[in-house]
């Protein structure tokens, strides 16, 4: 089963991931997506580490999550931490919004589908204001995108706010897609 786990920074999302892998009695496998490129970062990955049981393996993989996904053990526990870092990292590596996408669906339909637990981890960033740089607009359109991916192959998915957690049911009907606003207007 595939849980989503999604909220804004700081808001307790990783501590719940890593409640939900201890809870289980499987091997837990940690996949991370960040990247150590300074010393701020360094402390914070240093930080999540001593947060992880020594008998959880790590798997770094911050651009080939399917890949990573795709060699662990059938119902091994696996915490993805995290899809935000995750999109940043392929934009910065020059894939187009398609790519991205496409490994976000491939991605979320073998974690929605595989025997096991599968805890993914992401930033909710489209709340606050619209930023002014394209590549900051386009960054959270992408991740809101890649967001909703995961949520529509989740078993569970919970809003993270301040430590608790609010379910994100599904919608009793489908709701009629309305074409958005032409930004010329």
Known sequence: MLTFLIGGARSGKSALALQFARAGTAPVTFIATAQARDAEMSDRISVHRSQRP????????????DRALRDEPEGTTVVIDCLTLWVANLIEAGDDDGVVARAAE??????????????????????????????SRRYRDLLGRVNTTFCDHAGQALLVVAGRVVPLLPLPVPLPVVPAPSMSQ
């Open 106 to 135: 491939d991605v979320a339909r073998r974690a929605g589908d595989r025997a096991g637990h599968v805890v993914v981890v992401s930033n909710e960033v489209g709340s606050g204001l619209v930023p002014m740089e394209a590549l």
């Open 54 to 65: 020594p008998a959880w393996s790590t798997v770094e993989a911050p651009l080939d999550l």
